[in-house]
């Protein structure tokens, strides 16, 4: 069974006021895959808000898309009609747009955003998280919380579907071994056809202003519809193959042994 990130780990989220710090003054878009102007919906994590992913959702915007955040306040948890209004207005962003819709959510928010995949797959084109669990909804250092401001265990949410299952559309989970809130462990899902798990190096709460969370959902995102294809981190081997197979060469080649 995870336990709770230990408590160097749980101070350590202070430091996300430098990682605010760097994401405000660095150019965190130069270098990203230009969008191709599909919707995304970003939802916050516990206690935070739209004006809390309010960075990300601009960066996001300067790459090409049609961001919105999710319009219901501070998060605090599913309420009477937290999942109904959810999916009204995902319903109503792809009916406007066209086009299905890329949702963001980051820690608790990403629970929202896999639920409402879950429900309304036809108009969900990916799903990513940040920080978010799958399992062993207890072994972060946020449980108490999220219990005192609900009216149920948190590992009794009123979803009414088993959490650790994946909606049937692709799936990103991005998670931090530095994470200090939730244990990295119940972030990973795994890789399979259609989900992945990939790490970073942040904090829990700098997980929403991370350039390397922006430059992985940027790649995630800039994928085309339909065509979904595990990430590649730049400069790594696979990425070089990646790389002479798109621009027409012989991807590199093992050194042989005699």
Known sequence: MAEPPSLALHLRELFSVGELARFIVSDTTSGLPRG??????????????????????????????????????????????TLSEIRSQLVRITSEAGRKASLFGWSLGGLFAREIAKRRPDCVRQVITAGTPCSNFRATNAWKTYERLNDHAVDEIPFDTDLSELPPVPVTAIYSREDGIVAYDCMDIGQGPRHESVQVSST?????????????????????????????????RADASHTARTEGEDPPQENSRS
């Open 36 to 81: 191709d102007g599909h919707p995304v919906i970003v939802y916050p994590g516990m206690l935070g808000s739209d004006t809390t992913t309010y960075l990300l959702r601009s960066r996001l915007s300067e790459i090409g898309y049609e961001v919105h955040g999710w319009e219901l306040g501070q998060n605090l948890g599913p309420r009477r009609d």
């Open 204 to 236: 829990h709460i700098g997980l929403v202003w991370s350039a390397e969370v922006l430059a992985v959902t940027a790649d995630r995102l800039a994928q085309p519809e339909g065509e979904w294809a595990p990430y590649v981190r730049p400069g790594t």
